[in-house]
């Protein structure tokens, strides 16, 4: 790994500690307003943190591993907001399977079935175990919302592993660069919308997303996409701005579509619905469109990849 990447890994940590003392007295101090969101977000920033640093100091399998371990949580979060029966914890096993499967075509660098393995093969074959022995009662809901969980939580986010093999040069820079700004942008989002954010995007499925937080985290992480770009990639000025943008719109995306996704789930369900508010998975919903968005715009646009 490059001194960059180890500079700027040192830069998040002393920024965490510092986030955190902040905190400890905006909550001392603004005891009406409400830093709870916050609160649950600097766990799995922590926890994120340390995935991310294995995935960067360390070599390609080590980064693979971890990144492999984060998909397989998430995915068990997203399948206990599912109200399944038991015909369906066979499709849940095949699905929890694929995950290895997956990431061993990361290793192989088989970057043709890496592609194809979960949108194709995965979607052709996992409707088999439901179906055998199992009746007809409920199939769509639960094979449709398997392959959902799938291409969010294990496709998308394999992504992250395959930087360091597509580039074992500036894989690890790259990743650091795209979940630096991913989470700057959840986070500047969250912070605007508490303190000047009227008009809700989505009032009925998730109260922190507005319009005013999603103007000022497209503008922060495009900006701060252009100043820290010459020191984790190898992207040119253009690139390095368009970057953010990228990075801003399909984090907002995620995060939306996560949103609607949890809330059509747990209908009926209010405690279980905030619960997962604290969920990991609700921490890497934004990491699940931001990572393959970005893969493949570099990886089209320039031969390092």
């Not at 340390?50 to 997203?78: D, G, H, R």
């Not at 194709?120 to 959902?148: A, D, E, M």
């Not at 922060?220 to 000025?237: A, E, G, H, M, R």
Request: hydrophobic share 50%.
């Amino acid at each position: 790994m490059n001194s960059s990447s180890l500079y700027t890994l040192t830069l998040i940590f002393i920024a965490l500690l510092a986030i955190h003392l902040i905190y400890y007295v905006l909550r001392r101090i603004q005891p009406n307003r409400d830093y709870s969101g916050i609160g649950v977000r600097f766990k799995t920033w922590w926890g994120m943190f340390i995935i991310l640093s294995l995935a960067t100091l360390f070599n390609p399998v080590v980064s693979l591993l971890s990144l492999m371990m984060l998909t397989f949580f998430a995915l068990k979060e997203y399948f206990s907001m599912i109200r399944s029966r038991k015909a369906d914890r066979r499709l849940y096993l095949w699905a929890y399977l694929s995950i290895p499967v997956q990431f061993y075509w990361i290793y192989t660098e088989w970057y043709g079935m890496f592609i194809i393995f979960i949108p194709v093969y995965v979607f052709l074959f996992l409707p088999l175990p439901r179906l055998i022995n199992k009746g007809t009662v409920g199939f769509l809901r639960s094979v449709s919302s398997t392959q959902w969980g799938l291409m969010l939580m294990v496709f998308g986010l394999s992504h992250l592993a395959y930087f360091q093999f597509a580039t074992p040069r500036y894989g690890g820079g790259l990743v650091l660069f795209l979940v630096l700004l991913t989470q700057l942008n959840d986070v500047v989002h969250y912070l605007a919308s508490i303190y000047f954010g009227k008009r809700k995007v989505v009032p009925t499925a998730n109260p922190y997303l507005t319009w005013e937080g999603f103007a000022s985290a497209f503008l922060v992480t495009t900006v701060c996409s252009y100043l820290i770009y010459p020191y984790l990639t190898p992207l040119d000025p253009t690139f390095g701005f368009v970057s953010g943008m990228l990075i801003s719109l399909s984090g907002f995306f995620g995060s939306l579509t996560v949103s609607v996704l949890k809330r059509d789930l747990l209908i009926g369900d209010d405690d279980k619905f905030e619960a997962l508010k604290k969920s990991y998975m609700s921490r890497v919903d934004s990491l699940a469109y931001t990572s393959p968005v970005f893969f493949h715009v570099i990886r089209y646009f320039f031969d390092f990849m």
